[in-house]
């Protein structure tokens, strides 16, 4: 039985499709089944971060009837099954987000997670998104802002049959994250699951168009999400097991940092 997480925001930029991709790409690594799918129709950009903008079928083949979801997954980084959208504007108008939910069916067997990156803001193709989830999950960036765009969301999402899990806090530095976060609990009454701090590798690895949980998995962003990962998938947090070991390189310089000390 799958389990469905949709990763939503007000504003546009908070990192849900970075979430969604590095999240589904440690839930692979952990060796459940998962599928990361761009449900951002309109403003597609999951596949084209991972080198995956050149398929010939995506969701808007799909969502439009001409093809089967099973045509439109393709094989991502660290094992993770991946569902990019497509980016002419006539493919997005053919797509009917409705479709979504028995595309959805159609998916249940074969995994054991799908990420849905949403679309910002109010519309209607976010709507089925929201609807679908069994959990929705906000992402934030720790301005105060973000409590009123959050408090939208979660709204929104409510009122159309979904069930917000909590927020994660994206981008966050020491002095914003613990504010931001006691806020969104007291004033939204929204779980926060984790705080991934701001971190120039994140925009390294976009860049390299790899995950930054695989180019750089010692970082402060890949421990941060990997944590948030298993709390996704309810296993508990093993240092020992899930963080990568220092490469030789690491381990040299931390022998002659030491030696000269
Ligand atoms: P959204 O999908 O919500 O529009 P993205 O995931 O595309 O947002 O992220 C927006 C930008 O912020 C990207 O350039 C991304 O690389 C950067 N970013 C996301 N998370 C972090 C982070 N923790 N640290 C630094 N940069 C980040
Ligand atoms: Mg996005």
Do not use: W
């Not at 799958?2 to 589904?24: E, H, P």
């Not at 597609?44 to 009837?65: K, M, Q, R, Y």
């Amino acid at each position: 039985m799958v389990r469905v997480f949709t990763f939503a925001s007000g504003k546009g930029g908070t990192g849900k499709t970075t979430m969604t991709i590095n999240l589904g790409t440690s839930l692979a690594k952990f060796g459940k089944r998962t599928c990361i799918m761009d449900a951002d129709i309109g403003m597609a950009n999951l596949g084209l971060s991972i080198g995956l903008e050149d398929v010939p079928v995506t969701l808007h083949e799909v969502l439009a009837g001409k093809a089967s979801i099973h045509d439109a997954i393709y094989e991502g980084p660290g094992g993770v099954q991946v569902v990019p959208s497509g980016i002419s504007l006539q493919g997005f108008q053919q797509s009917d987000p409705e479709r979504l939910r028995d595309v959805l069916k159609d998916l249940t067997a074969t995994l054991d997670f799908l990420l849905i990156d949403a679309p910002a803001g109010i519309s209607r193709d976010g709507v089925v998104p929201l609807a679908v989830a069994d959990d929705v999950i906000l992402v934030v960036n720790p301005e105060l802002s973000a409590i009123v765009d959050a408090m939208k969301t979660k709204i929104l999402a409510e009122v159309v049959g979904g069930h917000v899990r909590g927020a994660i806090i994206n981008r966050a530095t020491p002095e914003s994250a613990g504010t931001v976060s006691q806020k969104m609990e007291k004033v939204l009454g929204a779980r926060v699951i984790g705080i991934v701090p701001e971190d120039q590798n994140v925009k390294k690895a976009a860049s390299a168009k790899v995950p930054v949980v695989i180019k750089y998995p010692t970082s402060s962003s890949s421990v941060a999400i990997r944590k948030i990962a298993a709390g996704l998938a309810g296993i508990t947090y093993d240092k020992e097991v899930m963080e990568p070991k220092d490469t030789f390189i690491d381990r040299f310089t931390k022998v002659i940092f030491r030696g000269k000390k």
